[in-house]
């Protein structure tokens, strides 16, 4: 069965990355929520729009706190663009341990819980949040943390929704393998 499975959706990919279907590929990647007051906004490391986007949602007082979440110095260093940026370094709470997606949502849910954050804002790349939220949909189920989903702009991916450039496409296929494999990882 699970063999079946497999091959079928091998072939379910291979025909979607021949297909025309580049922009809707693309397009279900991107989750962006209509943003509401919440305590926290968590940025996610990866892409060097994120810190900023998160700041800019703090200023606009969408969220009293920042955390970085990143592997090490990738927390710390999205911590200083954020202060730069005019988040006051009180503000910002850094998870420093997380390598991957899957680790985002479990070390950032330890932090939320524990500081009775009822709600919060994922800041991430268009491309990313569709696992994202998966992923922390799925660690966060049952506790009653609200959670928002927003794109952080200038990331240069899809901007004008075709996904026509090679780079464009090759994200779209890591993203979609990475999608299965999380899948398969985490759900079974």
């Given at each position: 069965?699970t ?7 091998a072939?379910?990919?291979a025909?979607?990355?021949?297909s025309?279907l ?6 279900f990647?991107s ?9 926290v906004v968590?940025?996610?490391?990866g892409?060097?729009e994120?810190a900023?986007y ?8 969408l969220?009293p706190?920042?955390?970085m ?5 990738s927390?710390?260093?999205?911590a200083v ?6 988040v006051?370094?009180?503000d910002i709470?850094?998870e ?9 949502a479990?070390y950032t849910?330890e932090i939320?819980v524990a ?7 994922i800041v ?6 569709r696992?994202?939220?998966?992923v ?22 899809n901007e004008?929704?075709l996904?026509c450039s ?6 779209v296929?890591?993203?979609y ?6 899948w ?5």
């Open positions: 069965m063999l079946t499975i497999c091959v079928g959706v072939f379910f990919i025909w979607c990355f021949v025309p580049w922009p809707q590929l693309a397009g990647l989750v962006n929520d209509r943003l509401e007051k919440a305590d968590v940025a996610l490391a892409g060097s994120r900023p998160a700041a800019d949602l703090y200023l606009k007082g969220a706190r920042v955390i979440s990143g592997c090490g110095s927390a710390k260093q999205m663009a954020a202060a730069v940026r005019g006051d370094p009180g709470i850094i420093g341990k997380a390598e991957s997606t899957y680790e985002n479990l849910r939320i500081a009775n954050f009822r709600s919060a804002i991430t790349s268009p491309y990313h949040t696992r994202t939220k998966l922390f949909d799925r660690l966060f189920r049952n506790t009653g943390i609200k959670l928002f989903y927003s794109t952080a702009p200038g990331s240069g991916f004008n929704g996904c090679p780079a464009e496409r090759q994200v296929r890591r993203e393998i990475k999608l299965i494999y999380y398969f990882r985490y759900w079974q």
